[in-house]
Every structure is written in structure tokens, then in C-alpha cells.
């Protein structure tokens, strides 16, 4: 009894402090594993010495194996073969050609700097060129950068952990085994990939078609079903062939979304929040077992070695394998600056250990000290400064810039020469052909598509811009649209222009301009010209006063607010938006006195974008002019 007590209480006290990890470092908004690794030392044998991973024997093995199957599955899940196919080759680059210059310029780095064996040294190397789902997916989330710089390390992460995994179990092979030859340890390599894959691709498959049809399961039963099918395939491509069942829970978890099973959203939840479970504990548990004395013996050569991978070996395996990219020098940069070690790099070096000490090789529990000084350093200097050196690089969401606007109608029209004279980039698309014309004579980009089209959105550079707003004349089609530019691309920004009544699931779409917008009318009032462009600079002083000046004006139909400055940024105006003291607001005043000049001159009135400051919202309040209800959209 009191065995299996101690046993519980080593598991009880394990997922404790995981969960609080978490929670603290999603309150100071750092990478968890930054807090996982503390609470695991110091609950350590080098700490309080509370935690005894050693108790659990075998079992923290068969831990270990379980937990990795469903952290793989749950990043190769999160990944979208559209979204791979806009950087595969970057992508595929890295996981072959990078992994190459990480396994040779670590083993290089490792043998005359850290004084390893070379064979001891390449297989650290071996363990290193991971960076892992686990430390990356949690930092992209607080650090919110560029969607194709982040597919591009989450895609890494995911892809090159197996590949990694498998690496190091051949190397670790041909150590022990002394006779293999480069044709059998090639043929170990990818007969332990393509088996991986085979059977991850078929049951993934499977797992989809059986989902599909089985309409009488619950959603609470369907998500154990993907469970034990991870499990089952992950022990199946074990007994075909050892270390292959991490390929296969990865190629499975791909095959699993690209199968578009309706209730994906729902399994990727349960998947995340199990993969926020197996992460917390098994940190715990193997930061637990570390030995810091066995980290200082290593002395200034280690510290060196890791400083080689991260900043000579890293940026050189990037500029290499991003050669021919549409990435630019920043997005190079932030690239090469993340690579962060994780789960697979700490729980393999773990097990790695015990068999090297087994087999009588001197060097496991040094490998195991490099490998976890590696994941601590990547970790701390990389992982706390991810956020300072995107805002450097101006490569955060929030950063981004331009706009794609669906809808080339006068308003979308006007809306797209004011962002483009502000100097930023427009692009709009719209089904009418006549419509497009129009906007072709006047200047501006524009592609004669449905704004569903993915294709047409990536040649717009929806995956770089900072703001996608849907301005047709119909409501509902417009949040049908933000809500699958949301699904498909996730810009910083996702506007549409819909009636206040209209219910919507997500509260990533923002309204668009006002409540209640009358794109009908305005349209017809740009078009007839009875229209001026002003601007107002809020100031503290007249903050309240201004505000309540103009919304009256907004309430009666005459201002339309269509964009804010506020510190040397520009986004268009929403109607969640709190103005501040010193914001610019770009507005159109309806202005009955162009309707006389029209019908006077009998011309078509052009799209004018000159603005002024206007008396009727600079001056005191003007009664507003009566004109027929306005048709909302």
C-alpha cells in the first residue's frame, strides 16, 4: 500500500506542478517551459527533493513513449497541407538539408569545443536538430508574428521531430553496433521513415472514413476514438519497426485534417488540451531527474558548443535553406534567431542515457547534462526574447500593414486610395466585371474572383497583410467570407460590413465602420458625388465633446468614419474601436450641396480623395440634414 501511495503521490504532485507552470506562465505570458523546467529542478533531487521520477522505473519510459505519440499527433493535426504547400520548399529544405547541417556542424561543435567523442558528439548532434512543437506552438501564440513565418517553424517543429528521433536511434545503433555499414544505417533510416509513414497515412485514413460515418457516436466518444487510434498506430508501427511510430502519428495527424471531418475543431481542442497535459507532466518528470552538478562539469566548452548551434550553425542552416524563398531578410532573420529545443530532444537524451549506461558506454549522463543545457539556454535566450526581436524586426501581426478588400464598389473603391496615399499597399477583388474595370481605370490593384477563391487571396498577399475587410452589398455573404479568410489565412485583422442583428460564431470578425452601416446608400452618395473627405485630429481637451459631436453626426446618417491614425498607424475604423486623445480620424460627411453642382454641370462626378478639415465637425454642431431612412445592408 504504501508503495502504489508513493507511487500516486509522485503523479499527484507531477501534474500539480505542471499545471501551475502553465498557469503562471500564461499569466506573465512567457513560454511554459520556461516555468516547467524551474518547477521540475527545484522539486528535484537537486532541489527539495520531492519529485523521484526514478520510483516510477519502466513505467516513466512507457510515459514518455505515450505522451510524445499524442504531442505529435496534436502538431501534425494543427498543420494545414494548404498552408505547407505555400512554403514547402523552404520547408522540406529544412527538414532534409537543415537537418544535415545541424547533425554535422553540431557534431563538429560538440567534439572541439565540448571535447566529446566523436561519436558521442554526433550523437548529441543527432538529438539537437529537433526543435519541437512543444516549445514552438505555445511561443507562436504569444508572440503573434507573420502567418507564413509562423507555418514555416511550427511546420519544422512537427516534421523534423520524428525525422530527429529516428536519426538519433540509428546513430545510437551504430555506436553500440560497431560492424553496420552506411548502406544498412541508410536503410535503417529510411525504411524506419517510409513504414512510419505508410501506416500513419492508412490508419489516419481509416480513422477519418469511420469518423464520417459513424453519425450515431458522440463527440465526447469520437475524440476517445482518435485517442486510441493514435495509441493503436503508434504501437502498431512500433512492432513493425522500432522508433517508427512517431513518423506515423505525424503523417497521421496530417492525413486526419486534410480528411475535413466536421467535428475537427472539437478533436483538435481535446488533442490540445491532452497535449498541454503529456507536456506538463513529462517536463516535470525529466527536469526532475536532471543533475545540476552533472550540467556544471561540463564546463565553458559546452556553453560555447550550444552558442555555435544557435547562432552560427542555426543562421547558416537557414540562409541555405531559404535561398530561392519570397521571404524577405527580416523574416530570415526571426527564423534563424527560434529554434528552441523540446520534448523529443529531452526524453529520448533521457532514455538514451540508461542505454548507453547499460551497455557500458561511458558518456550517457554527459549527453543527457548537453542536450538539457541546450533546451535550458534555446529555451531562456531565445524563448524570452522572441517577442522583443519580432517588434525589432516589425514582423508581428500587429505590425503588418495594406489591406484586401472585397468589394469594388464606390465605397471599397475609395476606402482602397485612401490606404494606398497613406503608403500602404490595397488590393481589391470583386466578381463584377464592370466593377473591376472601374477600379482598373482608377489605378488600383484588383483581381475579378470570388473572394472565397484561396488562390486569388494568397496572389492578393492575404498572408501578409494587416487588414482583410468583406464591404458588399450583402451582410451575411460578408461575414461568410471574414469567417473563412479567419479559417484558411488568420489575418491580424478580419473586418465585415453586417447589420447588428445578424448573428454570428466567432468573435474574431469585427464590424466593419459603423452598426448598422448603409452600404447601399453611401455607395450611391460616393457615386453621386455628395460627398467631402475630412479629417480631425481628437484632442484630450475635446475628447468627449468631439466624440459625442460626431457620433450624433454618425447617428443621423451624415459621417461615415473610415479610418484612424493613431501613433504612425493606420487601420480601418471598427465599430469596437475607443478613440483616444491625439487620434486622426479620417471621415465622409454626406454633402447635399454636390448633389446641386451635379445637376447644374450635368457631369459625372469623379471619385475625388482630397481631404480637408470640414466646419461641420471642426465647428460647433450643425442640425443635421433631413434626408429619406437608410437602407442597411
Known sequence: MDGSFDLTLQIVITVLAGISAQVVAAYLKVPSIVFLLLFGIILGKDGLGVLHPHLLGVGLEVIVALSVAVILFEGGLNLSLRELGRVSGSLRNLVTLGTLITFIGGGMAAHWLAEFPWAIAFLYASLVVVTGPTVISPLLKQVSVERRVATILEGEGVLIDPVGAILAVVVLDTIIDHQASAIEILNGLTMRLGIGAIIGGAIGWLLGFFLKKANVLSEELKNLVVLAGVWGLFGLAQMSRSESGLMATVVAGIVLRASGLPEE???????????????????????????????????????????????????????????????????????????????????????FAIILTRQGINGGDSIKALVFLTIIMTVFIQGLTARWVARWLKITSSEATGAVIIGCNPLGRLLGHLIQEQGESVVLIDTDSEACQIAEDENLPVFQSSGLNPTVLEEAGIESIGTFIALTNNGEVN?????????????????????????????????????????????????????????????????????AHIQALIRSGDLLPLLLKRDNSLHVVTTSDQWQ??????????????????????????????????????GTIVPPVKRPNLEVV
Open 581 to 618: 486623445p491625439n487620434d486622426e480620424l479620417i471621415y465622409l460627411l454626406y454633402d447635399q450641396r454636390s448633389q446641386l453642382l451635379k445637376r447644374l454641370s450635368g457631369a459625372v462626378p469623379s471619385l475625388r480623395t482630397a481631404i480637408e478639415q470640414l466646419p461641420e465637425v471642426e
Open 265 to 351: 475543431r472539437l478533436i483538435r481542442r481535446f488533442k490540445g488540451q491532452l497535449t498541454v497535459l503529456c507536456v506538463s507532466v513529462l517536463f516535470i518528470l525529466l527536469a526532475a531527474d536532471l543533475s545540476i552538478d552533472s550540467i556544471f562539469a561540463l564546463g565553458r566548452g559546452s556553453v560555447l558548443t550550444v552558442l555555435v548551434l544557435m547562432l552560427i550553425v542555426r543562421p547558416l542552416s537557414i540562409s541555405l535553406c531559404t535561398i530561392g524563398s519570397n521571404l524577405n531578410w527580416r523574416q530570415k532573420l526571426f527564423i534563424a534567431w527560434i529554434s528552441p529545443r523540446g520534448i523529443v530532444s529531452a526524453s529520448v537524451a533521457s532514455l
Open 479 to 547: 461575414l461568410v467570407l471574414a469567417q473563412r479568410v479567419i479559417e484558411e489565412f488568420a489575418p491580424p485583422r478580419v473586418l465585415a460590413a453586417f447589420p447588428s442583428q445578424v448573428q454570428f460564431a466567432t468573435g474574431k470578425v469585427n464590424q466593419a465602420l459603423i452598426d448598422n452601416l448603409s452600404l447601399k446608400t453611401w455607395n450611391q452618395l460616393i457615386k453621386d458625388g455628395q460627398y467631402k473627405l475630412g479629417k480631425t485630429i481628437i484632442s484630450e481637451v475635446e475628447l468627449s465633446l468631439k466624440q
